[in-house]
C-alpha cells in the first residue's frame, strides 16, 4: 500500500495532478448545476446536491493545503461560491 503524502511531501507533478483534478472537480459541479433533475442521466434534486456536495467539499480541501505554487483557483473559487448558493450551504 503506497504512503499517503503530506501537502509538504507532494512533487510538483503530484500537485499539477491535484490542480487537474480539481478542475474535473470544476467541470462536474457546473455540469450537475447545469443539467435539469429530470434528465436522461436521471438524478433526482437530491441527488444533484449530494454530488455537488461531496464536489466541493474535495475542492475545499484542496485549498486548504499549503504547497500550491502558481496555480490559478478563479474557476475553482468561482464553482465553490456556485456549488454553495446550489446546495443552501
Not at 490542480?19 to 436522461?40: E, F, M, Q, R
Amino acid at each position: 500500500m503506497a504512503e499517503e503524502k503530506t501537502a509538504k511531501e507532494r512533487t510538483s507533478d503530484e500537485i499539477a495532478q491535484a490542480h487537474n483534478a480539481c478542475l474535473d472537480g470544476v467541470y462536474t459541479i457546473n455540469s450537475v448545476i447545469a443539467t435539469p433533475a429530470d434528465s436522461k442521466f436521471g438524478l433526482t434534486d437530491n441527488e444533484r446536491k449530494d454530488k455537488v456536495s461531496r464536489t466541493v467539499d474535495y475542492l475545499k480541501h484542496q485549498k486548504t493545503l499549503t504547497d500550491w505554487t502558481d496555480e490559478s483557483f478563479t474557476v475553482i473559487d468561482k464553482a465553490i461560491t456556485d456549488a454553495d448558493a446550489f446546495t443552501g450551504d
